[in-house]
């Protein structure tokens, strides 16, 4: 069993940079790729980033070039840099993973592990 925490969720002006964290604890030491999936109120869940066991990152397209995701394997940390944070951003955003060599960005449903969110607003 593996546990997700995430921390780092904050309000910010429009423009502005958070970083969010995701902790995994447990039974790490079997190899998952992970993600960030976010979702906004009256909207669906959407995935965000992922990364691979190996390291590649993929996008959604609405962040590419503004979020950069990055795992920390020594400490089990999963990262999301999110720079020129624009309205649309704000959302409750959920750190996942899954026993797979590379995460489907599209089903959250799929994933393994879940944790229960961090919540970024960002303000016009």
């Known amino acids: 069993q593996v546990r997700l925490a995430e921390s780092g969720g904050d309000s910010v002006q429009a423009g502005g940079s958070l970083r969010l964290s995701c902790r995994a604890s447990?039974?790490?030491?079997?190899?998952?790729?992970m993600a960030w999936f976010r979702q906004a109120p009256g909207k669906e869940r959407e995935g965000v980033a992922t990364?691979?066991?190996?390291?590649?990152?993929n996008y959604a397209d609405s962040v590419k070039g503004r979020f950069t995701i990055s795992k920390d394997n020594e400490r089990s940390i999963l990262f999301l840099q999110m720079n020129s944070l624009q309205p649309d951003d704000t959302a409750m955003y959920y750190c996942v993973a899954a026993h797979s060599w590379v995460c489907n960005g599209k089903d959250y449903d799929a994933m393994d592990y879940r944790g229960q969110g961090t919540l970024v607003t960002v303000n016009s």
């Open positions: 447990g039974h790490t030491s079997r190899s998952y790729c």
């Open positions: 990364i691979d066991i190996d390291g590649a990152p």
